[in-house]
């Protein structure tokens, strides 16, 4: 298996974009939820017209209304849609019908019930596990409930130092980082942008059988 492919979320600037895309990024996200890590509309649309065909630029909602979305959608252009609330399949689905854009469904994980809620979600694109909150990973042992065949982009406390470890045991089709390689919220480190790629590239999946 090779290795996974890397979305750097929590991006507010082109230069943080651009330097993502430059070391490999597959996607890039700009959040609209209430975060430290806030993306202004206007700066979000910068940095899709300048990463246009090079990686998914991906806007995170938490239970906006669906106008709000499609609003947004038509405004920045956006290639893939990350729900990271409370919305349910329905809500996924007609998001992806009116926008076309690939969708991810984020959930937060703390149990195997949490796991088995995300299994629901069975015409997104892409299922987004998340840790339980303030930095901490999602426990490894919680995936053998996962049923979904829906490509996993393992979330949640991922650094430059834990990610290695974290691929080995969840094998995910991409990882996801944002406080993890920051200078302060909202802003990329570059160093530490630079060792979670290499980390990434250097780590040892299990081979099958």
Known sequence: MKSPRVKICGVTTV???ELAVALGAWAVGVIFADSPRRCTPAAAARI??????KALVTGVFRNHPLDAVIALNERIGLDAIQLHGDEGPAFATEVARRTGAKVIKAHRVRDAGDIRALDAF???????IDGPGNGETVEPGLLRHRRSTVPLILAGGLTPDNVADAIAQVEPYAVDVASGVEAEPGRKDPALLEAFFAAVAGATVPSAG
């Open 15 to 17: 230069e943080d974009a």
């Open 48 to 53: 899709s017209a300048a990463l246009r065909r």
């Open 122 to 128: 069975r015409s997104v694109d892409f299922h987004l």
